[in-house]
């Protein structure tokens, strides 16, 4: 059954697949889909990531996988941890089905990005980082399209039922800045200081008038957050890439025709 899989990178010195899934329940204005619909950790992507950023979303993939032919795909890998991530996963009807399958051929640590807007079966995910925008509704709203009352009612369920949790949270200077980090970081400290938290830098995407923090914001707004979490990382967005990201679908040479166009 044809799933939303278009995409499969893979690091080998750590044995990490991630795949990319198009589609998503909520419209982020800072969507980094908006900016490639390739992971940017790649050396093809990288003529990508000097164009400017698009108004609307990047070129819908043309091949999406057979569930049958990703697991042929992963067959050829050595593989630890697999991150289903790229837009939204769990809208696709197939995605319980491809975690188990995942778990059952290789053991693999499931780690899935999701904006719970809708909470999925996560009975073979072993951590669920939740893409937490805002608590202030109002500005959930403004950047992501919709309220985000039914998302932190999934969270609490999600924690409830005893799922490993992470939180990720995009910092944007001025916009989703120090204030909404703080509100969040108390918001998750009510449910617990041990929730893992993970402050990202903005990267430009969208016909948006914001800028990437520097160095000194990224700073403050971890220090602010660990007043409330024990759990914060974070990246300044300017780190030397550790370890190689090669595209394993498409391959090298498909991906740099795409991209260039």
């Known amino acids: 059954m044809l799933t939303n899989i278009y995409h499969i990178t893979y690091t080998p010195e750590i044995k990490e697949v991630e795949l990319f899934f198009w589609g998503c329940n909520m419209t982020c204005k800072g969507c980094l889909c908006k900016r490639t ?3 940017f950790l790649l050396k093809e992507t990288k003529t990508d990531l000097t164009k400017p950023p698009l108004e609307g979303m990047a070129k819908p993939p043309e091949k999406f996988l057979e569930l049958e032919e990703v697991l042929q795909i992963l067959d050829k890998l050595d593989i630890k941890q697999i991150t289903l991530g790229g837009m939204e996963p769990t809208i696709d009807p197939m ?4 975690t188990k399958a995942l778990h059952e ?5 499931n780690v899935v990005f999701t904006n719970l807007y809708e909470i999925s ?9 939740f893409g937490l925008n805002a608590v202030t509704d109002s500005l959930h709203e403004d950047y992501c399209g919709n309220s985000n009352k039914q998302i932190l009612e999934n ?3 999600v ?4 799922n490993k949790l992470g939180v990720a949270t995009p910092f944007i200077p001025g916009y989703i800045g120090i204030q909404e980090i703080e509100n969040i970081a108390k918001f998750l400290a009510d449910t617990s200081k041990d929730i893992s938290y993970f402050i ?3 990267c430009v995407a969208g016909d948006n008038p914001w800028r990437s923090p520097d ?5 403050e707004a971890v220090s602010t957050a660990r007043k409330h979490l024990n759990k914060v990382n974070f990246l300044y967005g300017d780190e030397e890439l550790k370890f190689e990201v090669i595209t394993i679908f498409p391959d090298s040479g498909s991906l740099t025709k795409i991209v260039q166009g």
């Open 37 to 39: 619909a390739w992971d």
């Open 95 to 98: 995605f319980p089905e491809i």
């Open 105 to 109: 051929r290789y053991g693999s640590f």
């Open 121 to 129: 079966d996560f009975k073979d995910t072993d951590i669920v980082v």
């Open 155 to 157: 969270f609490a369920k």
């Open 159 to 162: 924690y409830q039922q005893g």
């Open 200 to 202: 990202r830098p903005y």
């Open 215 to 219: 160095h000194q914001e990224m700073d």
